[in-house]
C-alpha cells in the first residue's frame, strides 16, 4: 500500500512573493481560526529559495464547475454560504485577496460527498491598513501584471474590492442569487467599497 503523501510545491516567480502568501494564508488562519478549512494547508515554506510546501488540494476549479454544469442545488448553496464566511473572514482580518476569480477557487468533495471550497493564490493579498505586506514595485511591466489580477471582475482596472469580486462571482455560480439569498445579498453590498485598495493613477503614470 503506497502511503506517499501528495504535496504541491509553488515557488514565487520573479516577486518573491512565496514567504508573503505563507505569511498571509497563516495569518489568516490564526487570527480567523474557523475558515482554516477553507484555505490552503501551508507545511513549509523557505525565505533563502522562495518555495512553499503545501498538501495538494484534490478538486476541479470552480470556473470549471460552472462551465461544465458539475454542481447540483445543493452543492450551490453550501458553495455560497461557504464564500460569504470567507468573504467576512478577509474583511475581518483587514486582508484584501486582489484576485478573486472562480479560477482560484478549488472545489472538493470530503467523506460525505458535500463540497467544500479553497480559496488558493494569495501571492498579491495586501494586509491593509498596515505596510507588514508591501506593494511590489510598481514599474510598467508590473503595474500590466497587476491590472490582470480579478479577471475583470473587480471594479475597474488597478482597483480592488473582494466584496465586488465575491458578488461578481457568486452571480456565475448562481444567477438567482439574489433572489435566492436576499439577505446575504444586501450584506455583500454593504460590504462593497469598505475594503478596497486602488493603486493611485499618478503612482502608476511615473
Given at each position: 500500500m503506497n502511503n506517499r503523501k501528495k504535496l504541491f510545491i509553488k515557488t514565487g516567480g520573479n516577486f518573491n512573493l512565496?514567504?508573503?502568501?505563507?505569511k498571509i494564508i497563516r495569518k489568516l488562519t490564526h487570527e480567523?481560526?474557523?475558515?482554516?478549512d477553507f484555505l490552503p494547508n501551508i507545511l513549509f515554506y523557505s525565505i533563502e529559495r522562495d518555495f512553499i510546501i503545501m498538501d495538494y488540494i484534490e478538486g476541479n476549479m470552480l470556473d470549471e464547475c460552472i462551465n461544465s454544469n458539475l454542481l447540483s442545488d445543493e452543492d450551490k448553496k453550501l458553495i455560497i454560504n461557504q464564500m460569504y464566511l470567507l468573504l467576512c473572514s478577509l474583511n475581518k482580518a483587514n486582508i484584501i485577496h486582489r484576485d478573486i476569480r472562480p479560477e482560484n477557487f478549488i472545489v472538493t468533495r470530503g467523506s460525505n460527498n458535500n463540497v467544500k471550497i479553497i480559496l488558493i493564490d494569495f501571492a498579491f493579498?495586501?494586509?491593509?491598513k498596515t505596510d507588514e505586506?508591501?506593494?511590489?514595485?510598481?514599474?510598467?511591466?508590473?503595474?500590466?501584471?497587476?491590472?490582470k489580477l480579478g479577471d475583470n471582475l473587480n471594479p475597474k482596472s488597478l482597483t480592488w474590492d473582494d466584496a465586488y469580486s465575491f458578488l461578481m462571482t457568486l452571480k456565475r455560480i448562481d444567477v438567482s442569487f439574489k433572489k435566492k439569498h436576499p439577505e446575504?445579498?444586501?450584506?455583500i453590498n454593504n460590504m462593497i467599497n469598505k475594503f478596497a485598495y486602488t493603486i493611485p493613477i499618478s503612482t502608476g503614470s511615473k
Open positions: 512565496a514567504e508573503r502568501e505563507a480567523v481560526e474557523i475558515i482554516s493579498a495586501l494586509l491593509l505586506f508591501y506593494e511590489i514595485l510598481l514599474s510598467p511591466k508590473n503595474i500590466k501584471l497587476l491590472s446575504m445579498w444586501k450584506n
